[in-house]
């Protein structure tokens, strides 16, 4: 009977340490199932990833490291254009573009010389057609690299122009 009769200090007491008891307990049970993942995890990355590893540096030590091949190129300066655009406001906007043609071999480049009065015919024609609206973007100046590189193989046919670097696109 005295442990039913306790003062009301008593009790406060008795029922933090049974809190703290029960509070602890569940904190104890949550480390050990969180160290328990943490290590099933570990052991998981490191007995998954080992073989692909160890696959990897076979790889590496039985193939020498064998010096990587850029194909030669030849490239061609165009001259720089500048031409009017299309404006539906009135006003006058420019274009000025520098373009490198890039080439397979040196007897290309002598080629395209024979033939360049045609290719930049073709370019200011197509050029002078152009909205400021076509050149916005990275998709316009896609579109336009596009263009200009059909538009030079069909000017210096039979000859292969691989690719038109734009150096320089000012929309004023």
């Known amino acids: 009977m005295a442990e039913e009769q306790q003062t009301p200090e008593e009790g406060q007491e008795a029922e933090a340490e049974g809190g703290e008891k029960k509070g602890g307990s569940k904190l104890i049970i949550i480390l050990i199932a969180l160290l328990l993942l943490g290590?099933?995890?570990?052991?998981?990355m490191l007995i998954g990833g080992s073989d692909e590893e160890e696959v990897a540096e076979e790889?590496?030590?039985e193939q020498p490291a064998a010096p990587v091949e850029i194909p030669e190129a030849y490239f061609y300066e165009l001259p720089e254009?500048?031409?009017n655009l299309v404006s539906n406001s009135g006003g006058s906007r420019f274009l000025r573009l520098k373009v490198n043609l890039e080439l397979?071999?040196?007897a290309d480049v002598v080629a395209l010389e024979k033939v360049l009065p045609r290719v930049i015919d073709d370019f200011q024609v197509f050029l002078r057609e152009l909205r400021v609206e076509d050149l916005q973007g990275s998709a316009g100046t896609y579109r336009l690299k596009?263009?200009?590189l059909?538009?030079?193989n069909q000017?210096?046919?039979p000859?292969?122009?691989s690719n038109v670097l734009l150096k320089e696109i000012l929309v004023q």
């Open 39 to 44: 290590a099933a995890g570990a052991g998981f």
């Open 59 to 61: 790889v590496v030590e």
């Open 81 to 83: 254009m500048t031409v």
């Open 104 to 106: 397979q071999s040196e």
């Open 146 to 148: 596009e263009a200009l």
């Open 150 to 152: 059909m538009r030079v």
């Open 155 to 157: 000017a210096a046919q």
């Open 159 to 161: 000859l292969e122009i």
